[in-house]
């Protein structure tokens, strides 16, 4: 079992920072991709940033120019930090991760998400 775990969501207001962090854990035997999805009410859930293990980066549109995504590995964590928020950054946050499970003679590979944490933007 792998668990991922989100934290350092909260209200903040607008022109704001936050730092958000996921932890995995669990029978882990490597990390692909990490990535953070948010959902807003009443919309899909959609990609806001993911790493590969050897730190490739991608963003979405709407954060790129406020966001910067991270990983250390050692510790099977992720972070995202967000600058500038907006109200319309106002979301439930999940982080992701792609991974094996096991050991190498027995890995298997899963997708899992943590519980989400929320981020809400408002003065």
């Known amino acids: 079992q792998v668990q991922l775990v989100e934290s350092g969501g909260g209200l903040v207001q607008p022109g704001g920072s936050l730092r958000l962090s996921c932890v995995a854990s669990?029978?882990?035997?490597?990390?692909?991709?990490m990535g953070w999805y948010r959902q807003a009410p009443g919309k899909q859930r959609e990609l806001v940033a993911t790493?590969?293990?050897?730190?490739?980066?991608n963003y979405s549109d709407s954060v790129k120019d406020r966001s910067t995504i991270s990983r250390d590995n050692a510790k099977n964590t992720v972070y995202l930090q967000m600058n500038n928020l907006k109200p319309e950054d106002t979301a439930v946050y999940y982080c992701?991760?792609?991974?094996?499970?096991?050991?190498?003679?027995?890995?298997?590979?899963?997708?899992?998400w943590g519980q989400g944490t929320q981020v809400t933007v408002s003065s």
């Open positions: 992701n991760a792609d991974l094996y499970t096991g050991t190498y003679w027995s890995r298997r590979r899963t997708n899992s």
């Open positions: 790493i590969t293990s050897g730190g490739r980066t």
């Open positions: 669990g029978s882990i035997f490597s990390i692909n991709a």
